[in-house]
C-alpha cells in the first residue's frame, strides 16, 4: 500500500512509493571484490521541503544469514521536478560523491537513473561511473545498480529485494483507519 503523507512536498508523490523504512537482503558480484550476499536497511524520509532523504546501509552476510561486517553505506537527497525527471546527490563512505539524473517510468512506480558526475577522494577506489534501476513491485522494492570503472565496463554489481518494515506506530495508524462497521467475527469481512 502506497501513502502519500499530506504534507509530502506536491513534487514529491511521484515518489511516495520510496518512503518508509525498508529492510531485506541481496547478492553483490564485481570483479576485484569479493562475491556475497548483502543485507540491507534503506530509509527514504521528507520533512515537508521538496526532497526526500536518503539513507542506505550494507553488510555482508555468511552462509546462514549472520552479519559479517559492513559492506557499503551511502546517503542523498532525490528529487523531482514537479514533473518526471527525478536528480539524486549521494555520497558514499568509500570517498565517492555522485550526482544521478533519471527519469520515472510511465504509468508505474519505478525509477531509472544514470550518474552524471563522480567525484572520487584520492583513497577510493576508480569508479567511472552507474546506473541504478529502483521499483515498487508487489508492496516490495527491488533495485539492481551497475558499475563501471576504468578497468570494468558497465555491469550489473548490486541487487536487493527489500521489505517494508512496520512500526507499531504504522499499525496504530491503520486500526484508526479501519472502519467503525467492521464485522466482529472477521469472516463476513471477506464476503
Not at 2 to 14: A, Q, T
Not at 17 to 43: I, M, R, Y
Not at 178 to 188: N, S, T, W, Y
Request: glycine share 8%.
Amino acid at each position: 500500500m502506497i501513502e502519500i503523507p499530506s504534507d509530502l512536498h506536491k513534487d514529491l508523490v511521484p515518489l511516495a512509493f520510496l518512503l518508509g523504512n525498508w529492510a531485506g537482503a541481496g547478492v553483490h558480484d564485481f570483479p576485484g571484490s569479493e562475491k556475497c550476499n548483502f543485507g540491507q536497511e534503506v530509509t527514504f524520509t521528507h520533512d515537508g521541503r521538496d526532497f526526500l532523504e536518503y539513507h542506505s546501509r550494507t553488510w555482508v552476510l555468511d552462509d546462514d544469514g549472520n552479519k559479517v561486517r559492513p559492506l557499503e553505506s551511502e546517503s542523498g537527497f532525490w528529487r523531482v521536478d514537479g514533473g518526471r525527471k527525478v536528480e539524486v546527490t549521494m555520497t558514499r563512505d568509500d570517498g565517492v560523491i555522485e550526482i544521478w539524473y533519471g527519469e520515472l517510468a510511465a504509468q508505474k512506480p519505478q525509477i531509472d537513473l544514470v550518474t552524471d558526475a563522480v567525484a572520487r577522494t584520492a583513497a577510493s577506489a576508480p569508479y567511472s561511473g552507474g546506473k541504478r534501476l529502483y521499483g515498487y513491485v508487489k508492496s516490495d522494492l527491488m533495485w539492481v545498480g551497475e558499475k563501471q570503472t576504468p578497468e570494468v565496463e558497465l555491469r550489473p554489481y548490486m541487487s536487493a529485494h527489500l521489505k517494508k518494515v512496520v512500526t507499531p506506530e504504522d499499525v496504530e495508524r491503520w486500526a484508526k483507519a479501519l472502519p467503525d462497521d467492521m464485522p466482529d467475527d472477521g469472516i463476513a469481512f471477506f464476503k
